[in-house]
């Protein structure tokens, strides 16, 4: 069976309810409760995507268990394209919530309370902030087994290893018994349908893992945990001509972008301090001194045997492949000053 429910959250200044819009599809035969999640932040709109997709998947049979799916949590941010709340909190910090606390909070409890302690297991779907796209990436508790198990089983190149802020969805899930891995992928206020793709075979292959439906996971290229990562940042202001891509290796002193003025001098040229992969990067090319430019992870794998794999694609269709090509679409890329050189 299914049935559509609206879990009252809040109300509006006239009274009237505010409620977030779930689906639960149940099988005949018992098995785990899955939930996916979407727009804890009310601009994170791919993860909206994901789920309408699969909400309008004729060809999604459940063979066991159930399947909680929330197109939209912050239905308030949504509807205003904000990514925060209207008392300006971040919903992502305010698990598990009280059922007498801010509106941050009650929100939180109310969705804590009906939908993560019913579950076995979570998947939370979000973009970057804003003014930022992030390559598509897993995060999560891996020291956690059931953790471990779904961000694996999930397909993405991208492990990131860590249990979260305090406050934060997946977090707070994981310490309650309901082990939730958080996906990232691209950037806010867009439906990118990369990114759509990305997740929605996720979705499926964590299904397909737990024996929830038929079929053969798709699986990634190859697959690797990153347990640090750091930000690089501007030295000084100016606009940036960008050398390297979301997803890209790079190599400790490649260059990462260069930084001029606004009548064409070139200030300086930012590289990596280290080996790693571009997991994400800023998407405004106008920097002030301090500001982040190029998130930068250190992969357990080697960088050579990432090469390697990622040399093997061949298809177009590839959703690895529509990931690279369309983040390309996103950022100007022109060849750093030594390729100029040679």
Excluded at 94 to 113: E, M, V, Y
Excluded at 127 to 153: C, D, F, H, M, W
Aim: glycine share 10%.
């Amino acid at each position: 069976s299914r049935a559509d429910i609206r879990l009252k959250v809040s109300e509006t200044y006239f009274g009237d309810d505010v409620s977030i819009h779930l689906r639960v599809i149940r099988a005949r035969k018992p098995g785990p409760v899955v939930f996916v999640t979407a727009a804890i932040h009310g601009d994170e709109l791919n993860g909206v995507g994901v789920v309408h997709d699969l909400l309008t998947d004729g060809n999604l049979k459940l063979k066991c268990g159930s399947l909680i799916l929330v197109p939209v949590v912050n239905v308030l941010g949504f509807e205003v394209n904000e990514r925060y709340l209207p008392d300006r909190r971040d919903l992502n910090r305010s698990f598990p919530g009280s059922p007498s606390g801010s509106l941050a909070s009650r929100l939180a409890h109310a969705l804590f309370h009906h939908v993560v302690k019913q579950s076995d297991y979570g998947i939370d779907l979000h973009t970057a902030a804003i003014q930022r796209t992030n390559y598509p990436n897993v995060r999560g508790k891996l020291s956690n087994p059931a953790v471990r198990k779904i961000a694996e089983a999930f397909g993405g190149e991208l492990l990131l290893s860590g249990d979260g802020p305090d406050g934060s969805f997946r977090k707070e899930a994981t310490a309650i018994g309901c082990p939730t891995i958080c996906v990232e992928a691209g950037e806010p206020w867009k439906m990118e349908p990369a990114m759509v793709q990305f997740g929605r075979r996720g979705v499926r292959n964590v299904l397909i893992s737990l024996g929830m439906i038929n079929g053969e996971p798709n699986l990634p290229l190859y697959q690797t945990r990153i347990n640090k990562s750091f930000w690089v940042r501007a030295k000084v202001g100016g606009i940036l001509r960008f050398h390297v891509l979301p997803g890209q290796v790079v190599t400790a002193g490649q260059e990462i972008a260069s930084n001029f003025t606004l009548l064409g001098e070139q200030r300086n040229v930012i590289v990596s301090p280290a080996d790693g992969i571009v997991l994400g990067m800023t998407t405004l090319p106008t920097v002030k001194p301090g500001e982040p430019i190029c998130h930068i992870g250190r992969p357990t794998m080697s960088i050579k045997t990432i090469e390697a794999a990622l040399a093997g694609i061949t298809s177009q269709k590839h959703v690895n492949h529509r990931a690279r090509r369309h983040l390309a679409t996103s950022i100007d890329v022109v060849p750093a000053p030594s390729a100029s050189a040679g």
